[in-house]
């Protein structure tokens, strides 16, 4: 995603330090280290399955909650962007009798038949806002450049930027989202193998008719494309880390590492892995810092410093709300004012390490 666009309105957006520090947790992808093509794919899965996994729709947390954070517009924190138009949209607005947002699989819940069961239907790393016409008109069609485009209207009239094909069933998202779109099918390749109860997702170069509902999604080689085009960004790094850290505690490689297509479809097959391109990593040991008490109530102390270093605080959404200096005499935060889940970032001689609390 290299921006967002909004209907009549141009923003430049700023995501907080946050975004661009997190780390990838130390060791993460260790198992994966020095493998290729099918054992690499095998290790990536084992890595990342066993999710966290969330009901549709609950009266607990549920899939529309988490989009309600993970897809939070940062210039309004009442909304939220659809994926295929760049519109903010009152995140309020749950379906709303069609008129307002639903929940887009980005893998077609019909090529596989999951539905929206638990598991695939489910998964907040290939679901996205979207209005219900534009999800209408984007069906189960494949993700490939159109030849005979038609613009995509959304349910307000609005001229999407993303397009369908007119005579072959297609469908090409906006520019912005393309790269975007392709890690998430990448994802889900990897995640839903077909070693559980869930299907075995697999990509193809074929364009299936809307009534095929074998598990394979297209087409490969334009979603390679697209992902080497458009590269990651801020916003989905800034989605993974919640996802991570808040939700599913399961990662998308294609983000961390977006070599790492390469090594499994695209220009590298056979060759070995050895986490190149990985992106927010630093290689060092953060075992000795921690946070305490957690939950904290008015106070929380970081033990482990040998020296100076800083504190700053972060909601879920990315806002800083609090910064402190503090050294191994003095560190000690007040924290009274705050309550929720929330991301410390600790600052020490320019490298950073996050640590999650709960403060009641």
């Known amino acids: 995603m290299k921006s967002i666009v909004l209907k009549y309105i141009s923003l430049i957006i700023f995501l907080p330090s946050l975004i661009l520090s997190a780390q990838i947790p130390t060791g993460y992808y260790d198992s994966a280290l020095g493998l290729a093509d099918g054992d690499l794919k095998y290790a990536l899965n084992q890595i990342i399955d066993n999710h966290t996994e969330f009901s549709y729709t609950s009266s607990s947390i549920d899939v529309w909650d988490i989009l309600k954070e993970t897809d939070r517009d940062p210039n309004n924190s009442d909304n939220v962007i659809l994926i295929y138009s760049g519109i903010s949209i009152n995140a309020a607005q749950e379906y709303n009798n069609a008129d307002g947002w639903t929940r887009e699989h980005v893998w077609a819940k019909s090529r596989g038949d999951f539905g929206t069961t638990t598991g695939p239907g489910t998964d907040v790393h290939a679901l996205r806002p979207l209005d219900n016409t534009t999800n209408t008109t984007r069906n189960n069609r494949s993700f490939d450049n159109c030849i005979t485009c038609l613009d995509v209207i959304d349910r307000w009239g609005n001229t999407t930027g993303s397009k369908k094909d007119s005579n072959i069933w297609t469908f090409e998202p906006r520019d912005e989202v393309k790269g975007d779109v392709a890690r998430m099918i990448f994802y889900m390749t990897i995640r839903y193998e077909g070693l559980d109860s869930y299907p075995d997702l697999e990509l193809t170069e074929l364009v299936l008719p809307q009534e095929n509902d074998d598990p394979v999604h297209g087409v490969l080689s334009t979603l390679l494309e697209w992902h080497r085009t458009d590269p990651v960004d801020d916003w989905e790094k800034n989605r993974n880390n919640i996802i991570y850290y808040s939700y599913q505690n399961n990662r998308n490689p294609f983000i961390d590492s977006p070599i790492l297509a390469e090594h499994i479809w695209g220009n590298k097959i056979g060759v070995n892995w050895s986490g190149e391109e990985t992106l927010n990593i630093t290689p060092i040991d953060d075992i000795s810092l ?71």
């Open 290 to 360: 921690s946070i305490y008490p957690n939950p904290a109530h008015n106070l929380m102390n970081v033990r482990g410093l040998k020296g100076k270093a800083k504190i700053i605080i972060y909601d879920l959404t990315g806002r800083e709300l609090l910064t402190q200096k503090i050294n191994a005499n003095f560190n000690t935060i007040a924290v009274s004012e705050l309550k929720g889940i929330y991301l410390v970032n600790i600052v020490v001689q320019e490298k950073t390490f996050i640590k999650k609390i709960l403060i009641k």
